[in-house]
């Protein structure tokens, strides 16, 4: 495996892939490989004949200097995970190589920044959306890969992808979870031990709710959530909402729709939990 921090490095290894005439598919994350992230790899294996996987803990998209500042950071552990995978290159730059000058890129994603995370995290889908352009510069993937933990993530970029009139294929990949429910995240190691005990609360709810769906309306449905979370103070909810499968506004009445997302997130402590699941009616 390559190992590059360099973005005029990492490019020109990448132009001589593509005039090999091989394809290229992407993984960006933040660092603290798991199983969710070695996911991506793998699926990005299996349709493309090179991978590259990024490292990059993005300040700009971070609206909490204490999240940043704790974010964790295990680069060689990472680097050995990306290696065991087979991963053809990875890119792990500084911040200065990133952003040798403040960034000041502005997009508009419409009201898909407005909400959910986007209402609770001013200006975090604008330094996704900062980081993500620079790395599909950079890395010029046919296909990069998300998981579908980060849903708003995923639309957001989408929309990225048709606002530059790029050429990147955005593939969303399922969740991964523990054994016991909990979606695999990096910030899961920050839980403490009592924590960790009580964190699948948040799957048990979402598998509940699903079953619900047949049942209640999505008003009243979130309204039983919302009421379940209340009863479980150690958690402090920020929103519980079935939401449009791609407007993401929320679904209050099932009329036209079928389907739609039930998108949570609550403080566990001072660590912020995100999960999702389809729901049906």
Not at 23 to 34: D, K, N, R, W
Request: glycine share 6%; charged share 25%.
């Amino acid at each position: 495996m390559k190992v590059t921090s360099l973005r005029n490095e990492t490019t020109a290894q990448i132009y001589a892939w593509k005039e090999a005439g091989l394809s290229i598919g992407f993984v960006p994350t933040m660092g603290a490989l798991h199983e969710g992230h070695l996911s991506l790899i793998r699926q990005a294996h299996k349709e493309n004949e090179v991978v590259v996987c990024s490292i990059f803990v993005n300040p700009v998209q971070f609206n909490n200097p204490t999240d940043l500042e704790k974010y964790p950071r295990t680069m060689e552990a990472d680097l050995d995970l990306l290696e065991k995978e087979g991963c053809d290159l990875a890119f792990a730059p500084d911040v200065d190589e990133m952003y040798p000058e403040p960034a000041a890129e502005k997009y508009d994603f419409g009201a898909l920044e407005s909400v959910l995370e986007g209402k609770f995290r001013p200006g975090h889908f604008n330094g996704v959306g900062i980081v993500v352009s620079r790395l599909f510069d950079i890395i010029m993937p046919d296909n990069a890969y998300f998981g579908e933990k980060d849903y708003q993530q995923i639309l957001i970029i989408k929309q990225l992808v048709a606002n530059t009139k790029s050429t990147v294929n955005v593939v969303p990949c399922p969740i991964i979870r523990e054994s016991d429910g909990l979606a695999m995240s990096s910030r899961n190691r920050r839980l403490t031990q009592e924590q960790r005990a009580v964190a699948p609360f948040i799957f048990k709810m979402l598998t509940e709710a699903q079953q619900l769906s047949q049942k209640l309306s999505p008003e009243d449905l979130v309204k039983w959530g919302e009421k379940m979370f209340e009863d479980h103070p150690e958690f402090k909810l920020d929103y519980f909402q079935i939401s449009d499968n791609k407007s993401l506004m929320p679904i209050k009445a099932i009329n036209n729709n079928k389907s739609g997302r039930l998108m949570v997130a609550a403080y566990l402590g001072k660590i912020r939990l995100i999960d999702n699941v389809l729901i049906n009616f």
